[in-house]
């Protein structure tokens, strides 16, 4: 039996990310006897064991912002060299996969992917203006473009965008089904009554607009003082939001979840998902609460694509707080239904992750033979 193919994927760490989650997402529906992911990382993950469980392997290099531009291009090169069976380098940093395609071309790699999850970066002036420089090494070192949407696309590629294959940010819609079993069990777990219940998920950072959320809930806390906020995740700014927070003098209605594993089952215990991003590609935990029935508020800076027709999403102006405020203070609970046209329509809409998965195989496959 011929060994499986192995392909490299480089990412600052694997945790709990829209891109790493879609990355795992696609490495447990392959067939692994055919296919298997390693990682080039610079800092530990929380799926790093569940990687190595799977077959994979993670290594490691500094981190550019720990040893700067020369040493980490030096790390680079060196890891490259050293490491000369891989076929497919298929790199998740946006602009930064500059640097990477282009050490790994130079050591031989034969097929280099580069991929946006993203339609704007983060960081001060210098940081944007170093992306850039490393974007510029894209175009010529990369041989298949890929993105997780148009708008994705044009960010990263620009006008080369057309060139780019959209790759769906898959789930396992199954496991997001709505259960009124699981909605009492996670509210129970959180000491939730009857209550309105807002969540939010992702990073703390400047992309998720944290202070704006926090800042519409206390005004609708005004009207609706039994209402809950659900913030699950982690990052730099979490520490900011929670004196924010304290400030507002609300933090017996904030609860922080920091990261967690069970998303799928926290979501059912959310009545209204908002989502007010600076920016977007297409976020993986919008196509979740879709799956799960969740009506959604979501900035108008964030790209069509993700509605999926459901009737869950309403697209509103970040410069229109009363609105937010307004929509938040009239939101009525109404039961979950439809669920099996859901699953329908993320079927037939590209975001079953088993067809994502099955057609990234055979297009490693292809480029391997």
Not at 164 to 191: D, H, T, W
Not at 230 to 244: A, M, S, T, Y
Not at 354 to 369: G, V
Request: glycine share 8%.
């Amino acid at each position: 039996m011929s060994k499986p193919i192995r392909v490299l994927h480089v990412v600052v760490n694997m945790n709990r990310g829209g891109a790493e989650t879609l990355i795992m997402n696609l490495y447990r529906n392959l067939d692994r006897t055919k296919v298997q992911f390693d990682f080039l990382t610079c800092r530990e993950g929380v799926f790093d064991v569940e990687i190595k469980e799977l077959g994979g392997k993670v290594h490691r290099i500094p981190y550019i912002n720990d040893v700067g531009h020369f040493e980490y291009i030096r790390s680079l090169n060196q890891f490259f060299s050293n490491n000369q069976d891989y076929t497919i380098v298929h790199s998740h940093l946006n602009k930064m996969s500059g640097l990477v395609v282009r050490a790994a071309k130079r050591n031989g790699v034969r097929y280099c992917i580069s991929h946006s999850h993203n339609t704007g970066g983060e960081g001060s002036f210098l940081a944007k203006a170093y992306k850039w420089y490393s974007g510029l090494y894209i175009p010529s070192n990369s041989d298949f473009t890929f993105s997780c949407s148009e708008a994705a696309g044009k960010w990263l590629f620009g006008s080369k965008s057309k060139d780019a294959i959209i790759l769906n940010n898959g789930i396992e819609p199954e496991n997001f089904q709505y259960s009124s079993k699981v909605r009492m069990m996670k509210r129970k777990e959180l000491g939730i009554g009857d209550q309105l219940v807002i969540g939010h998920v992702g990073r703390f950072t400047k992309q998720k607009n944290h202070k704006f959320l926090i800042e519409i809930f206390a005004e609708l806390l005004n009207r609706r003082p039994d209402a809950i906020l659900l913030l699950c995740g982690d990052g730099v700014l979490r520490k900011e939001i929670e004196n924010r927070v304290d400030e507002l003098n609300i933090r017996n209605s904030v609860k922080f979840l920091g990261v967690r594993s069970d998303i799928h089952q926290l979501l059912q215990a959310f009545d209204v998902f908002i989502f007010p991003s600076l920016h977007e590609g297409l976020p993986v935990t919008l196509i979740e609460a879709q799956s799960a029935g969740i009506p959604c508020l979501i900035s108008k800076e964030i790209t069509n694509e993700v509605d999926l027709g459901l009737e869950l999403m309403k697209f509103l102006d970040l410069s229109n707080r009363d609105l937010w405020v307004q929509e938040l203070k009239e939101f009525k609970v109404q039961k979950n239904k439809r669920i099996a046209t859901r699953n329908r329509v993320l079927r037939e809409k590209g975001y079953d992750i088993r067809k994502t998965a099955e057609w990234l195989q055979d297009f490693y496959l292809a480029n391997t033979r």
